[in-house]
């Protein structure tokens, strides 16, 4: 009774105009995994020191990036030196930028990325302990 009301991704859209266009070219799926019992976090079921080398995107190419979290908490996902896109329903034009994106437990989310900064990218939860318990990995713009 108080008037107040829980926004969630839906709510969002752009306050800027849509560089980008509608088509993907190619579309890619991250696990958010982890043990409890152990208290280990990690992408794919590997924690940071396991992985066997970066995740690859294109300089320029329009990438739907599906986060699918298989723990029971949520998970802020951060991705340094580009935007990911949130497609909550909104029309292409409205879709949201954030730098950050929460994956709530058992979501599977979807988010559109353009990277246009070559290099490496740090790619991570943003519970520092998520992050220190092997919740990272390095992205590769090339």
């Known amino acids: ?15 800027e105009p849509q560089p980008y266009e509608d088509t993907v070219d190619r579309e890619m799926t991250i696990h958010l995994t982890g043990n409890m019992e152990r208290f280990t976090f990690s992408f ?10 970066p995740y690859w995107f294109e300089h320029g190419e329009r990438l739907r990036l599906w986060l699918v979290n298989h723990t029971m908490m949520e998970h802020p996902i951060h991705l340094h030196g580009m935007w990911m896109q949130i ?19 058992g979501e599977k989310l979807p988010v559109l990325i353009t990277p246009v900064e070559s290099g490496d990218w740090a790619f991570h939860c943003h519970l520092l302990y998520h992050m220190d318990a092997g919740m990272f990995q390095v992205v590769r713009v090339s």
């Open 1 to 15: 009774d108080n008037d107040r009301r829980v926004l969630t991704h839906s709510d969002l859209s752009s306050a």
């Open 87 to 105: 497609e909550n329903g909104r029309d292409h034009e409205d879709i949201p930028y954030k730098h950050t994106v929460l994956v709530q437990p």
């Open 44 to 53: 794919d079921g590997r924690k940071f020191s396991e992985q066997p080398g």
